[in-house]
Nanobody
Framework: QVQLAESGGGSVEAGGSLTLSCVLS????????MGWFREAPGKGREGVAA???????TYADSVDGRFIVSRDDAKNTLYLQMNRLKPEDTAMYYC?????????????????WGQGTQVTVSS
């Protein structure tokens, strides 16, 4: 079992920045990939960014160049630095972990999920 706990959400004006954190615990040694997803009201959950054990990251087109995913192994923490935020970035953001040996932005490839943290961007 793997537990994930997100934090760092909040309200910010367009153009601002936020950094989300996700602390992982439990059987994390076998994890291959960790990711960030978001779900806006009335929309499905979409992949935002993923980071694998080789340090390779991948991003959704909508956030590429604005968001940065990283991990601090010593703290077992995954981060999502979000810059130049837009109102359309408003959503509940979730951290997820996967044992599947691919770096993916597909929800079906992830085994464990956190409870989410809300990000609201005002215009």
């Amino acid at each position: 079992q793997v537990q994930l706990a997100e934090s760092g959400g909040g309200s910010v004006e367009a153009g601002g920045s936020l950094t989300l954190s996700c602390v992982l615990s439990g059987d994390i040694a076998s994890l291959w990939c960790m990711g960030w997803f978001r779900e806006a009201p009335g929309k499905g959950r979409e992949g935002v960014a993923a980071w694998d054990v080789h340090g390779i990251s991948t991003y959704a087109d909508s956030v590429d160049g604005r968001f940065i995913v990283s991990r601090d192994d010593a703290k077992n923490t995954l981060y999502l630095q979000m810059n130049r935020l837009k109102p359309e970035d408003t959503a509940m953001y979730y951290c997820a972990a996967s044992f599947t040996s691919i770096t993916s932005l597909r929800t079906a490839d992830y085994n464990y999920w956190g409870q989410g943290t809300q990000v609201t961007v005002s215009s």
